[in-house]
């Protein structure tokens, strides 16, 4: 089956450590999203891909740094995690004549302690 | 600032009863209005949606409600099964704009 990954599912970390969160896509998409997911704030966009030199930020990009490696891969990166950033992280992905529908992998749990 | 607002936060609902999850928008240059919906560890996943040429749309036990005017849309799920139980997100985008922007999400639990 086509799907979307992303890896770790889950992962405690310390302030200040830099924290990679990973994404691979077999659905053959262009478009690549990163979300996080907080309670009473819902899913907000971090960063999105269009294609691999193609990189804009979403509404919360500032501590946040993103690669697009393939069209299949897609990275966030926390540079210096601080505990705010405690939080469920979802990468999405969608066709590129369809945005509004977006399909999403299962998510990555992360705590900054 | 929120561009969409979702309400209420958390819903309790009998089994076989009615759920009702409403959203409200400012921004008038939105055309589309998806609901996603979301089970436990799982990511979210597209229910139903709409665009503002209708009033309404349906599929299934899943109605979609929409007022111009009143720049709102709602949810409605009928005859709630406790399997409806999940987070659902409405969201919105506009044309070009190339993202969707979403609610808060409602935590709707069905109870048996």
């Known amino acids: 089956d086509a799907d979307v990954t992303q890896t770790p599912r889950n992962r405690i970390t310390k302030t200040g450590k830099r924290i990679m969160l990973e994404c691979s896509q077999t659905?053959?998409?262009?478009?690549m999203y990163w979300y996080r997911q907080d309670p009473g704030l819902g899913l907000r966009l971090i960063y999105y891909s269009f294609d691999v030199k193609d990189i804009n930020k979403g509404e919360i990009s500032d501590g946040y740094s993103v690669s697009r490696q393939a069209q299949a891969k897609f990275s966030l990166s926390l540079e210096s995690a601080i505990p705010n950033q405690t939080a469920l992280y979802f990468c999405?992905?969608?066709?590129?004549?369809?945005?509004?529908?977006?399909?999403f992998g299962p998510g990555t749990r992360l705590t900054v302690l | 600032q929120q561009q969409v607002k979702q309400s209420p936060q958390s819903l309790i609902v009998q089994k076989g009863g009615i759920s009702i999850i409403n959203c409200a928008y400012e921004n008038t240059a939105f055309d589309y209005f998806p609901w996603y919906q979301q089970f436990p560890g799982k990511g979210p996943a597209l229910l139903i949606a709409?665009?503002?040429?209708?009033s309404e749309k349906k599929e299934g036990r899943f109605t979609i409600s929409f007022n111009k005017s009143a720049k709102q849309f709602s949810l409605h799920i009928m005859d709630s099964q406790p399997g409806d139980s999940a987070t659902y997100f409405c969201?919105?985008?506009?044309?070009?704009?190339?993202?969707?922007?979403f609610g808060q999400g409602t935590r709707l639990t069905i109870n048996p």
């Open positions: 659905k053959g998409h262009d478009r």
């Open positions: 709409i665009r503002p040429d209708v």
């Open positions: 999405a992905t969608s066709l590129a004549g369809n945005y509004n529908e977006q399909f």
């Open positions: 969201a919105a985008s506009k044309p070009g704009a190339q993202k969707l922007v």
